[in-house]
């Protein structure tokens, strides 16, 4: 790391202003997933690294098992700042926020000072699309922070709504119990946006059920996050892991009460006052004028709840408007930062990797992007071999993890796996499905085409993602074994081993 003086032009106060800048070889900025890998990954050891993270601390990925050559089981835990840079010698770990990009100075303006860098990595994350942002009874669930406020408004509720159909909604109402759950989806079916209208079945009756007395063990460590007076505590940590959800059961009482409100949006919400002034007759039959909630929730469907608060889980956005100041950086469809095959943006010597990026070059066709910690992860690892071998003057080929989507989690208590075009993605409904379904235990799906193999879906403990993964890969003709490739008699995983 060298020191030199700079004169560096800062708009807001319009004056020239003369400071020590610090000068590194890579930059990286954000404390997540893919900004941790990316600073661990880089095996340039003699370089100097910097990783400015906008809170207390970071996301760093555990127990790393390999389940398969493109899926993998991972914990992340929560790391103090200098933890981090305990493991990693050459790493500089700073908390500041970033003020300024100037990408033809190669200088980042931020809280902490200027930094110069040679090569820049992105990994800002993203921001949550909340619904009505400025009302105080409107919470959103992305990092540890948000969380942390969620469990204490939980704690003396009785009531609240979620809107949102994702992973974080879907856990959130599976994990809830003791307090009432009216849960809008625009969708027909949960979770939608990973699987089909069978497969929400098949989950659904989970929510039917008593919750188990699960003891869960959070394996994340926890640190307290204390802002300075003046200082802003509405910056993002790292989006959350895959067991953000653990301990999240507060209540004693273990049955849940659900209500699912499909195909519906929030038209409007309403203080107490606005809808004691309201005069319809479409409200929720356990409204009276005896009990007055915090907040009414008006659905396009004319139903109107009143409760506690609400959780907004409707997705994310790309978190660039702070890089787009001055810089012509060309954006994805989605917002994101665009980024060819070695994770470079449009502009000269700046990466971006995680959720911040949308994928600009031609996919392989069972690949596709979708915003989840296993993505964050494998594009943080994969930007730092780009940024080594760009320096290094060195030769490297794809990471093979882009060569098939792969995921694992955790839906209503079910091992879940989703390979391929598990839901028929860029297939244009030209395809058929062969399905294998237990009460209770499993449920399988293979998207077909022409006989071979493009996606699939795994509920359950069912111990076919290799078999699948390799039959998805190799595109092996199965025509011959028709509706008997699911035929639960045949071993599938030792005849195709």
């Not at 796996?417 to 297939?427: D, R």
Request: aromatic share 10%.
């Amino acid at each position: 790391m060298n020191k030199y003086k700079y004169s560096y032009f800062v708009s807001t106060h319009d004056i020239i202003v003369m400071e020590d800048t610090k000068l590194f070889k890579y930059i990286i900025i954000g404390g997540g997933i893919a900004g941790v890998t990316c600073a661990e990954q880089l095996i340039d050891e003699d370089s100097s690294i910097l990783l400015l993270s906008a809170t207390d601390f970071v996301k760093t990925v555990t127990n790393v098992q390999f389940v398969t050559k493109t899926l993998e089981y991972f914990d992340v835990q929560e790391s103090s700042l200098n933890i981090l840079a305990s493991r990693c010698p050459n790493v500089t770990v700073v908390k500041s926020y970033v003020n300024y990009l100037d990408s033809k100075n190669k200088i980042i303006n931020s809280t902490n000072g200027l930094f110069k860098y040679e090569k820049l990595c992105i990994c800002s994350g993203a921001t949550p699309k909340v619904i009505f942002p400025k009302n105080p009874n409107v919470l959103w669930i992305r990092d540890t922070e948000s969380v942390r406020k969620f469990r204490k408004r939980i704690a003396n509720a009785k009531r609240i709504v979620i809107v949102g159909n994702g992973g974080i909604a879907t856990e959130l109402v599976y994990e809830l119990s003791g307090v009432e759950v009216i849960w809008a989806i625009k969708d027909k079916t949960i979770n939608a946006v990973f699987i089909d209208g069978g497969a929400a079945a098949f989950l659904k009756s989970s929510l039917e059920k008593e919750k188990a007395n699960e003891e869960h063990i959070s394996k994340r460590r926890k640190y307290t996050v204390n802002f300075s007076e003046g200082e802003n505590n509405d910056a993002l940590g790292g989006a959350l892991g895959p067991d953000w959800h653990l301990g999240l059961e507060i209540k004693s009482d273990k049955h849940r009460k659900v209500t699912i409100e499909s195909q519906v949006q929030i038209k409007a919400l309403y203080s107490p006052e606005e809808f004691e002034n309201r005069k319809t007759d479409n409200t929720d039959q356990n409204i009276t004028l005896k009990e007055k909630w915090p907040i009414y929730v008006e659905l396009t469907n004319g139903n109107i709840y009143g409760c506690d608060f609400i959780v907004s889980a409707t997705g994310v956005i790309p978190n660039t408007e702070v890089f787009l100041k001055d810089n012509n950086f060309e954006l994805g469809k989605d917002g994101g930062l665009l980024v060819n095959d070695r994770m470079e943006t449009s502009i000269s010597n700046i990466y971006a990797a995680g959720d911040v990026c949308s994928a600009g070059w031609n996919v392989a066709h069972h690949w596709f992007q979708y915003r989840l910690w296993t993505q964050a992860r494998q594009m943080g690892a994969y930007a730092a071999k780009c940024m080594w071998a760009s320096l290094s003057h060195e030769e490297i080929y794809m990471d093979f993890c882009f060569e098939m989507f792969a995921h694992v989690t955790k839906f209503m208590g079910y091992k879940v796996i989703l390979l391929g075009l598990f839901n028929g993605q860029k297939l244009n409904k030209k395809y058929e499905i062969l399905l294998r379904t237990t009460k209770d235990k499993e449920y399988i799906k293979c998207v077909m085409v022409d006989g071979k193999m493009q996606g699939a879906i795994l509920i359950g403990e069912t111990d076919l993602e290799e078999t699948f993964e390799n039959l998805i890969l190799n595109q092996m003709d199965l025509s011959s074994y028709g509706e008997d490739l699911l035929d639960p008699s045949v071993d599938i995983e030792d005849y195709f081993d």
